[in-house]
């Protein structure tokens, strides 16, 4: 891929586009042109044990937690399998970046996930394979063995630890890089993405991002409307794994998406796009306001609204995605803490939704619930139409990771 021509763009749209491409060219433009920036360094002893904690080092207003702002997902396969002195190896170069960028939103964060593909190497069969969850998808399904998410508002620490595991730089932020795993690795694949106030924004020109219908300046995301409100999120507690030899992980899906922007804004007002992502009575009380500026540390969701969807669906011919996807709380709590971005990735936007959960079945049960193949069997909304937002999404590719405790991080063997 070509590197972003510096003329066209704006300087913060240059440096998605930067994370887009990735590789060391990549890197060298976003290092020249972040220059003045000045990343805090780390220390390995300062990070949890559990890989997922990242809640207490994002930023955030009032009770909302802000994602980091860019993101790459790193998928890699392995050309043979690790050995005792790999383990070593890896957990070295993770320590590297520990060293190198503080653990928070400012320096870097990332977690460790392994496939099903992985564990058969070490002959564990706790995680199951990604599967079609919906009738109307056909995904792509993770083929390698291991998936780092990395996570930073700055793009140059996403893309310098990409490298820096890979052994593609000698020093990263001033610190010197001794091991890496570059050689152990067959083939990588990448995801990235970013999200953030006004981003999506900045993305107009990308194909299939309707101009004619500007996407507020404030929303985060590309549908332009707030999304990740405390209530509605799991907490780290919830969605850590309690017993066995991954007690203190947890597990992470990825369902790439990709996303009609056209019909979203040119066919639908604004009244139907509230009703389609949080519910009928959002619209007609106006709850949301223009991007989701009037909703606080909850998404508006009572109980009440949560249980009348099925009614809403009879009574208005529309269910809200939010509404529906809530009626798998259980016992009031959200199964998933959901950590997911935008991307412009194959050149279209589209979101990689990304949850961990305690298990990959509460991930199921939840994407089951936001599919409401029962609603659309006991009212008049379609399989699709009018069922939250389905009709505009497309589900490209699907992965299952597990992600064990720090300690256990390094090409775990249970
Ligand atoms: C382009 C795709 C998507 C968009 C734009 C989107 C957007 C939103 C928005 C705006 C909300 C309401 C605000 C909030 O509670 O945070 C929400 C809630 C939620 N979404 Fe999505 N979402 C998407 C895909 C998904 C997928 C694939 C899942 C997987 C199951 C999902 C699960 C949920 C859940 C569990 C909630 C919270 C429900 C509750 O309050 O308990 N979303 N989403």
Redesign the pocket.
Known sequence: MTLPDRGAFSRREYLKGLVAVGGTAALAACLDEESSVDIPTGDPAAVPERQHAWNAVLSGDNENIAPARHHVLLSLTLARDPTGDDRERFERALETLERAYEWSHEGLLFTVGYTPRYFERVGWNGLPEPTALTEFESPEFEDGDCQIHLASDHSQAVLAAEEALLGEIETINGVEVETDIGDLVDSRERLTGFVGPGLPAEHQDTPGVPDSEPIHEEAP???G?????E???ASEDRVTIEDGPFAGGTTRHV?S?S?DLRQWYEQDSQFQRVAK??SHEHAAEGLVGEY?EKLDES?G?TAERIANTLEDARQHGVVG??QK??R??EDGE???L?R?FNTTDDDRPG?H?L?VQREIEE?VR??EA?AGADIAEDSAVGSITNNG?LQ??TVRRRGNYLLPPRELRAFPDP
């Open positions: 995301f590309f549908m409307f707030r999304s990740g409100f209530e509605s999120q369902e998406l996303i992502l949080f989701g998404n969701l995605h939010a996807a809530a798998a709380r959200p199964l998933l959901r997911d979101l939704f949850s991930f939840v994407r936001m937002i505009y999404l």
